[in-house]
């Protein structure tokens, strides 16, 4: 058994001194992952920085009429925010379908984006995985990858991203803010995540010790009328095989503007630009819809097993565009 050492400091800068001080060390939000790969032995930190009572917990619009959310915020509590629901309704719809209640009850927002991916040979410490061991190779490339991606994969690894939140937020243009030891920065959501490539033991452009501390939205008037669909083997608690966040706006009986992002498909959450580029300046409709989903999974790499989700993301495209434009989109 191993021995791992404790504590849960008050403020934001004594959280980023004692992970900055100490490489063993990690951060622990709501723990809904990550205490299960510490009893798995895949993660090893000799030290946990427990920031889950910070007070990172504001949920506040902006006179702007976009909205900062604390790190720390539950992810329930978001879901629930009246304004959440009516500004950025793809947000509220992707962590309600994101997890189980009681997840959603202790799993925060800054946690969710950290969130480990769930490839099986990733948790299983006897399997060859480049994310946990660089350099020791993918059990997945040709094992069981039902899950896995067909967007964005490198041969070193083609692990699905787990987070539905996250694939709303790339849609939406959010900003990750994050502070370290040189103080805060910002990063754009679609930056945050990073491709698997050549070091898929990195996922984000974090330096040692930065910390989450809020999510920024900005101002996205037609957010109003978007959506999340997410298509998964089951109806609750369960990973998406494709999902789909989209806002639209039409004026003038063509589409001015739209935002896709995608889910379940690739390596990181997906923001849809040759979609978007296909459907911009066009009138809504079946054809341009499905032209648009063709030319966005056009570099996909399916395997075998996973084949099945190019059609699936196609067909969930074109679904999740014809609700938003049934519903008049928001200019
Ligand atoms: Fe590891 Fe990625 Fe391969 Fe899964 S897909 S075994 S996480 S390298």
Not at 74 to 94: G, I, N, T, Y
Not at 206 to 216: D, K, Y
Not at 234 to 244: G, H, I, Q
Not at 260 to 270: D, E, I, S
Request: aromatic share 4%; charged share 20%; net charge neutral.
């Amino acid at each position: 058994m191993r021995t791992i050492s404790y504590t849960r400091p008050s403020d934001v800068p004594g959280a980023i001194a004692a992970v900055t001080a100490d490489p063993g060390s990690a951060y622990l939000a709501g723990g809904t992952t990550e205490i299960d790969l510490l009893r798995l032995d895949v993660l090893r930190p000799r030290h946990l920085v427990d920031v889950g009572r910070l007070p990172l917990t504001a949920i506040e619009d902006l006179d702007d009429g976009g909205m900062r959310i604390g790190a720390m915020c539950r992810m329930s509590d978001v879901a629930e925010s009246p304004a959440v629901a009516r500004k950025f309704p793809m947000l509220s719809q992707a962590l309600l379908q994101g997890a189980s209640p009681q997840l959603r009850h202790m799993a925060s927002m800054g946690g969710n984006l950290m969130q480990r991916v769930r490839c099986s040979y990733y948790r299983d410490t006897e399997s060859a995985c480049n994310k946990r061991v660089p350099g020791s190779g993918c059990a997945a490339l040709d094992g069981v990858n039902r899950g896995h991606a067909v967007l964005g994969t490198s041969e070193q690894c083609i692990a699905t991203h787990p987070s539905d939140l996250a694939v709303a937020l790339v849609a939406l243009d959010a900003m990750v803010h994050v502070e370290g030891e040189t103080g805060p920065r910002v990063i754009p959501a679609d930056d945050f995540f990073l491709l698997p490539g050549d070091t898929p033991e990195r996922e984000h452009p974090l330096a040692p010790g930065e910390l989450i501390t809020a999510i920024g939205l900005p101002a996205v008037p037609m957010a109003r009328g978007s959506l999340y669909l997410k298509v998964r083997d089951r109806a609750s608690y369960e990973f998406a095989l494709a999902s789909v966040a989209v806002a639209l706006a039409l004026q003038d009986g063509v589409i001015q503007e739209v935002r896709l992002a995608l889910g379940g498909v690739a390596t990181k959450p997906w923001r849809a630009r040759r979609a978007e580029a296909v459907l911009t300046g066009q009138p809504p409709g079946a054809d341009l819809f499905d032209r648009a989903a063709v030319e966005e999974l056009e570099p996909a790499q399916p395997r075998p097993m996973n084949a099945f989700k190019v059609q699936l993301a196609r067909r969930t495209m074109v679904r999740a565009l014809h609700t938003a434009a049934e519903a008049g989109g928001f200019a």
